[in-house]
């Protein structure tokens, strides 16, 4: 059974830093993992899906990373500001989706 | 921008009631989902639906739970008979393949 976990669970930074969230996965047999933010009582909104084929996509400050061998996936945020506060949730999709807990993020201006 | 619609945005119910949660997919996605989200807790899969019948279904989705897709814009989640741990949010997505699922707003479900 497929599990996803997430480090760290809180991270708090000051404007302007660059960061690194982090996640892992059991089983390599996926087909694709998606990152989401997610904002206080609301939805899920897409960030970047990546193919189970691809090592990387990008989007503006967004970078994310997948080594499915080693069941690795990393959000690289760029230039955080105080918008970016949320919690980033990663979702592996096999048969169904499994997601992390999240990472609750706070950039503090 | 198209996106994903739910209805309502909240529904309280009694237990053992029948609820029926709606959704408005994208309008050229194929693929449709149904998720839940305990207070505090993990994202959950309930189930996928893709040429008009489940392509895959968790433990979740017991038989108090159906969907459907009665016209060709509206998707539904029907629990027949809700119980207490039913309460939770619960977002319905969409994709036009098996990539990028986005989701809706979610309907908090309250079970008293």
């Known amino acids: 059974k497929q599990e996803v976990t997430q480090i760290p669970a809180a991270l708090s930074v000051p404007e302007g830093e660059n960061l690194v969230l982090n996640c892992s996965f059991t089983d390599s047999a996926i087909y694709n993992l998606q990152w989401f933010r997610q904002d206080p009582g609301k939805g899920l909104t897409s960030l970047l899906l990546?193919?189970?084929?691809?090592r990387e996509q990008t989007s503006g400050r967004l970078n994310a990373s997948l080594d499915k061998s080693s069941g690795r996936s990393t959000l690289y945020i760029a230039a955080s500001q105080p918008g970016d506060s949320a919690t980033y949730l990663c979702a592996v999709r096999g048969n169904d989706m499994r997601f992390g807990a999240g990472t609750r993020l706070t950039v503090k201006p | 921008e198209p996106e994903v619609t739910q209805t309502p945005s909240h529904q309280v119910t009694q237990m053992g009631q029948e609820v029926i949660l709606r959704c408005v997919p994208i309008s050229n996605h194929l693929y449709f989902y149904w998720y839940r989200q305990i207070l505090g807790q993990k994202v959950e899969f309930l189930v996928s639906f893709y040429n008009n019948e489940i392509s895959e279904k968790s433990e979740i989705f017991d038989d108090q739970f159906s969907v459907e897709r009665p016209d060709g814009s509206n998707f539904t989640l029907k629990i027949r008979s809700t119980k207490l741990e039913d309460s939770a949010m619960y977002f319905c997505?969409?994709?036009?393949?098996?990539?990028?699922?986005?989701f809706g707003p979610g309907t908090r479900l309250t079970v008293l």
């Open positions: 990546i193919q189970s084929s691809q």
């Open positions: 997505a969409s994709s036009q393949w098996a990539d990028t699922q986005y």
